[in-house]
């Protein structure tokens, strides 16, 4: 499928772009004729006309994926500007209500997409032809209960697998580990059950659910969700010190003479009861600011210190942390690599239609086409990660054992390691290993990507230096070697 250049410019030609597209009897004609492609100005090239200097800043760098001039370093595929996203959203609502629009729009757009996005699209084209009176979130639900029982179907039989692995684990790891799978199958089938309190676990998500909080509230939460993670809180006893009750007050805010503020240094259960508090104290920070997500949080993470039943999502990225915590000090680093292996093939709303159906299932649908788009964006990818919320000493910990060659390096925030990739690509990169066999990505789309590079450098955007070290740090990620054939040396 031929996919022309798509810009997003004045709100009004998108507007009459979009009527034509409305207007037209079906959607592959569409994108194999030139004279109709979803261009809303043809006069938004990339342009860097007045450029002095060389590109040193990560905005300037984002430009160059404009119109699909650079494609994304791991996939090849063409990404989103923020101001292009900004602009779907404002007429999600009138897609959200024209299922053949929104399959023809989304279509259009396949170049931009991963391919189980663009296959989930044709699944729902396929069940808008048997329910062509049902509306486009009705289609959803009809697709939804499939979904889950494939699903399911497919995180058991990675699970077996996992047990299979079992007996290769120190005895003293064992139950630990038999908790976590059983605990994991009831979020799975989202059955109610007596589950695990976890700090961090719940700091991960409170952070994750804050984003969008003003900055000073945000701070103040995360300032006080943080005495949640002291590591006094998994010392043996229930009694806590007086001096150290006193910092917590003063660090919450919490006023200790309020009604049910105080708590007895002596008190049999002053940990559980410090817990509560602190939790209450932010749920009252997120009412004030209206985010029911994080009152929700809150809630839920209070039945769990009180040993409630609870219904609680799966989520991968908290299965792999947890997984993560029982086997990190296993000497044999061969069997941690088989753990991991098979951790990597649980479906996630990415990689896998069911898993985004899953997930979304109770979203309204004009959140459901934006997030359908949103993992498309351009951002900035540092080649070599940069480990943010990873010390030295656990940086170090990580390559003990390994080969020169296999071990990991922090790499630095500067344009020499920065590329352009899809904000998916970008995530299951991350800070894993993917050199030589580990490599998930396509060697072409770096070939491509490299290459487009090059002849920007050559037309003055780029130092040839910045491009040499950004070959560099590709080859000591992935193993792979580029040829900068033709790159004309400048310095920086």
């Not at 207007?23 to 030139?34: G, Q």
């Not at 069940?127 to 486009?136: F, H, M, T, V």
């Not at 990169?429 to 290459?451: L, R, T, V």
Request: hydrophobic share 35%.
């Amino acid at each position: 499928m031929l996919i022309q250049p798509v810009t997003f410019g004045r709100t009004n030609q998108f507007s009459a772009n979009f009527q034509r597209l409305k207007a037209a009897p079906s959607y592959t004609p569409l994108l194999n004729n030139s004279a109709d492609t979803f261009t809303l100005n043809n006069k938004d090239n990339l342009n860097f006309t007045g450029v002095s200097s060389f590109i040193s800043n990560k905005n300037d760098l984002k430009k160059l994926a404009k119109n699909g001039h650079l494609s994304c370093i791991w996939c090849g595929g063409s990404m989103f500007m923020q101001h292009e996203l900004d602009a779907f959203q404002h007429f999600a609502t009138r897609l959200s209500s024209n299922n053949d629009l929104f399959i023809r729009v989304m279509l259009h757009f396949s170049d931009y997409l991963p391919k189980e996005r663009i296959a989930l699209v044709k699944q729902i084209a396929h069940y808008n032809k048997a329910y062509p009176d049902k509306d486009l979130k009705t289609i959803f639900n009809i697709m939804t209960p499939v979904a889950e029982n494939r699903l399911v179907k497919k995180q058991l039989f990675i699970f077996h697998n996992l047990k299979k692995l079992r007996p290769e684990l120190p005895v003293e790891l064992q139950k630990d580990f038999d908790i976590l799978l059983e605990h994991s199958k009831y979020r799975i089938l989202e059955k109610p059950y007596i589950s695990e309190y976890s700090a961090k676990e719940f700091c991960y998500q409170l952070n994750n659910l804050s984003k969008s909080l003003p900055p000073s509230r945000k701070n103040e939460i995360l300032n006080t969700a943080n005495i949640l993670t002291h590591p006094i809180f998994k010392e043996a006893g229930q009694e806590l010190p007086e001096k150290w009750l006193k910092r917590v007050y003063k660090q919450a805010k919490i006023n200790p003479g309020a009604k049910g503020n105080y708590i007895s240094p002596q008190d049999y259960n002053a940990k559980e009861k410090l817990k509560l508090l602190l939790l209450n104290k932010i749920m009252f920070l997120a009412s004030e600011s209206k985010n029911q997500p994080v009152i929700d949080l809150c809630k839920l993470a209070k039945d769990k210190v009180l040993g409630k039943p609870v219904t609680v999502k799966f989520s991968n990225k908290a299965f792999a942390y947890k997984l993560d915590e029982i086997i990190c000090n296993i000497h044999d680093k061969n069997l941690i690599k088989k753990f991991n292996n098979i951790i990597k093939k649980l479906p996630n709303s990415l990689d896998n239609k069911d898993a985004f159906i899953v997930k979304y299932k109770k979203e309204p649908i004009e959140t459901i086409i934006t997030k359908l788009l949103d993992d498309s964006l351009v951002t900035i990818e540092h080649i070599s990660p940069i480990f943010r919320n990873t010390n030295d000493k656990k940086l170090k910990l990580k390559n003990k054992g390994l080969s020169k060659e296999d071990q990991v390096k922090r790499g630095t925030d500067s344009i020499g390691n920065w590329a352009l990739a899809h904000r998916w690509c970008n995530a299951i990169h991350g800070s894993q290993n993917i050199k030589h066999e580990n490599f998930p990505f396509s060697k072409e789309a770096g070939i491509k990507y490299f290459k487009t590079i090059i002849q920007d450098a050559n037309n003055g955007l780029l130092s040839g230096e910045s491009v040499i070290k950004m070959a560099q740090n590709y080859f000591e990620q992935t193993g792979i070697r580029i040829k900068l054939t033709g790159l004309k040396y400048t310095p920086e």
